[in-house]
Nanobody, 115 residues
Framework: QMQLVESGGGLVQAGGSLRLSCAASGSIFRFYAVGWYRQAPGNQRELVARITSDDITNYADTVKGRFTISRDNAKNTVYLQMNSLKPEDTAVYYC?????????WGQGTQVTVST
């Protein structure tokens, strides 16, 4: 099973930026789509952004124009650049990939946006 490790979370003021990283344990990672999800207390986990192996991206409407997902296959890493952050972006952010029917999740990284 692929191991995923997220990093880059923290506390930021509204309007600020953060860049999250999702590092994978194996190079096969580059051949599969990766999604960033988030879960706020009391809410269901939701898809924020997704990138395919061909670098096709899609975003939740709530983050379009503010977040950018990208990948560096040489580093087996997927990034989530988050700009113009809002308090409602506060959540634990997870990356996930599904390889041959097996879903792998990272441990999550906390993002807190203060007013």
């Amino acid at each position: 099973q692929m191991q995923l490790v997220e990093s880059g979370g923290g506390l930021v003021q509204a309007g600020g930026s953060l860049r999250l990283s999702c590092a994978a344990s194996g190079s096969i990672f580059r051949f599969y789509a990766v999604g960033w999800y988030r879960q706020a207390p009391g809410n269901q986990r939701e898809l924020v952004a997704r990138i395919t192996s061909d670098d096709i991206t899609n975003y939740a409407d709530t983050v379009k124009g503010r977040f950018t997902i990208s990948r560096d296959n040489a580093k087996n890493t997927v990034y989530l650049q988050m700009n113009s952050l809002k308090p409602e972006d506060t959540a634990v952010y997870y990356c996930m990939t599904n390889i041959r029917g097996i879903a792998s999740w990272g441990q999550g990284t906390q993002v807190t946006v203060s007013t």
